[in-house]
Nanobody, 124 residues
Framework: QVQLVESGGGLVQTGGSLRLSCAAS????????MGWFRQTPGKDREFVAA????????DYADSVQGRFTISRDNAENTVYLQMNSLKPEDTAVYYC?????????????????WGRGTQVTVSS
């Protein structure tokens, strides 16, 4: 059973940066994919980025391509989401997710484990 805990959210001005962390425990992540999703009230959860732990292959939503970077730290069993050039429309609760697979997925229904989320607010 994999447990995921997000941290690093907060309030930032437009154009600023934040780095989210997702600490994983309870499993070996070598054969997992890790995803970041976000959700605003009244809307479905939206794919942001994904990473295949074994190959380091990544995928990004068009809305964040070039601004966000997903990465991992093997020693810390942690996945990061570096968010630069933040915009008010990036405001959301950000969730970390994991799935035992080597193929990247964009659908939240394909992920088995979820963290509780961390709030990111970008002021205009």
């Amino acid at each position: 059973q994999v447990q995921l805990v997000e941290s690093g959210g907060g309030l930032v001005q437009t154009g600023g940066s934040l780095r989210l962390s997702c600490a994983a425990s309870g499993g070996t992540l070598q054969r997992y994919i890790m995803g970041w999703f976000r959700q605003t009230p009244g809307k479905d959860r939206e794919f942001v980025a994904a990473l295949a732990w074994s190959s380091d292959t990544t995928d990004y939503a068009d809305s964040v391509q070039g601004r966000f970077t997903i990465s991992r730290d093997n020693a810390e069993n942690t996945v990061y989401l570096q968010m630069n050039s933040l915009k008010p429309e990036d405001t959301a609760v950000y969730y970390c997710a994991a799935r035992s697979s080597t193929f990247l997925r964009r659908s939240d229904r394909m992920y088995d484990y979820w963290g509780r989320g961390t709030q990111v607010t970008v002021s205009s």
